[in-house]
Each structure stands twice: as structure tokens, then as C-alpha cells.
């Protein structure tokens, strides 16, 4: 839910699924909060409770009663990336983390900080320069097929930066 009193933009989640020969995944693009530290958790929350969901239905099933109560394919295995508005010193990553999400670039790059994904060329909305707020995260079961994450920090049509996911093939 919006925080009363701060400007505000509609946050989505996005969602489709992606076959890859005979594997499948979630692929969920968001744009989480930016002014409310609380709102942002809660969107965060809600998203892995999603995962939880979905996960906890691979497992037993649902029961698909055709037309509107149709069901995709179900698939433990996601991605999740966007703009997530936190840094990676934050409490609110650390917490995500815990909660079983990978971050992508520290699967790749153990012990490297993670590339600057804002606040290269945009230094009036970011004054406190180049940091990172944008992530591909991974679940567990889906963290062994990452091959390659990559931020183009030459483009600037953004406050933000290109971040690419390289996975590996089914």
C-alpha cells in the first residue's frame, strides 16, 4: 500500500514465463518505492511471499478448473529484476537475501561490490554519485545456471543503467 504525505508512483509487478527447451522460469520485472523505507518492505515482503506461493505449489499442486480458474505452468525457478530502490548495505537487502533471493552480480563476482547501476551522469537526482539500486535476484534453484551479469555504464538515456542477465541454455 501507497505512504500517505510523499509523491508517489504506481509500482507493479510484471510477470511471464519463459520455456527454454524442456526447462521453464519466471521471469518478474518490478519498480519498487523509492520514498518510504516501510512501503518499500512491504513490496519486497509480498514478493517473496509470492515466491513461497509459487514454490509451495510446484510442490502439491492446484487444481486447474479450466476457463477463468486456468493455470499457468507452474515453476519454482525465477528471476526477479527492476529497480528495487535500496542499496546493498541496506538492512532491506541483507533481509532479502536471508529470505533466500540471490543477488545475481554476487554469484558472479563473489566479494566485488556490486557495479554502479545509478547516479553515474545523473548527479542532480542522485547527489551522492554512482551507487547501485538495480538487481537481477535469482532464487536458490535457479542461481546454478547465471553465467554472466553485466551493467553498461557508458549509456546514459537513463538515471539508470542497462543490466543484463546471461543465462545458460537449457
Given at each position: 500500500?501507497?505512504?500517505?504525505?510523499?509523491?508517489?508512483?504506481?509500482?507493479?509487478?510484471?510477470?511471464?514465463?519463459?520455456?527454454?527447451?524442456?526447462?521453464?522460469?519466471?521471469?518478474?520485472?518490478?519498480?519498487?518505492?523509492?520514498?518510504?523505507?516501510?512501503?518499500?518492505?512491504?513490496?519486497?515482503?509480498?514478493?517473496?511471499?509470492?515466491?513461497?506461493?509459487?514454490?509451495?505449489?510446484?510442490?502439491?499442486?492446484?487444481?486447474?478448473?479450466?476457463?477463468?480458474?486456468?493455470?499457468?505452468?507452474?515453476?519454482?525457478?525465477?528471476?526477479?529484476?527492476?529497480?528495487?530502490?535500496?542499496?546493498?548495505?541496506?538492512?532491506?537487502?541483507?533481509?532479502?537475501?536471508?529470505?533466500?533471493?540471490?543477488?545475481?552480480?554476487?554469484?558472479?563476482?563473489?566479494?566485488?561490490?556490486?557495479?554502479?547501476?545509478?547516479g553515474i551522469f545523473d548527479n542532480a537526482?542522485?547527489?551522492?554519485?554512482?551507487?547501485?539500486?538495480?538487481?537481477?535476484?535469482?532464487?536458490?534453484?535457479?542461481?546454478?545456471?547465471?553465467?554472466?551479469?553485466?551493467?553498461?555504464?557508458?549509456?546514459?538515456f537513463s538515471d539508470h543503467q542497462p543490466?543484463?542477465?546471461?543465462?545458460?541454455?537449457?
Amino acid at each position: 500500500p501507497p505512504a500517505g504525505g510523499e509523491c508517489q508512483i504506481v509500482r507493479v509487478a510484471v510477470e511471464t514465463v519463459i520455456e527454454q527447451g524442456a526447462s521453464r522460469f519466471r521471469l518478474i520485472n518490478t519498480h519498487l518505492a523509492y520514498h518510504v523505507e516501510g512501503e518499500r518492505r512491504a513490496q519486497l515482503d509480498y514478493l517473496r511471499q509470492y515466491q513461497e506461493w509459487e514454490a509451495d505449489a510446484c510442490v502439491r499442486g492446484i487444481k486447474d478448473c479450466g476457463g477463468a480458474y486456468s493455470h499457468f505452468v507452474l515453476t519454482p525457478d525465477a528471476v526477479l529484476c527492476g529497480d528495487f530502490n535500496m542499496v546493498p548495505e541496506s538492512d532491506e537487502y541483507a533481509l532479502f537475501a536471508e529470505k533466500g533471493w540471490r543477488d545475481s552480480w554476487r554469484e558472479v563476482y563473489p566479494g566485488l561490490p556490486n557495479a554502479a547501476t545509478c547516479g553515474i551522469f545523473d548527479n542532480a537526482t542522485w547527489p551522492e554519485g554512482a551507487h547501485c539500486r538495480d538487481y537481477f535476484w535469482v532464487n536458490e534453484g535457479f542461481r546454478n545456471r547465471i553465467c554472466d551479469v553485466h551493467v553498461d555504464q557508458d549509456i546514459d538515456f537513463s538515471d539508470h543503467q542497462p543490466i543484463t542477465l546471461t543465462i545458460e541454455a537449457d
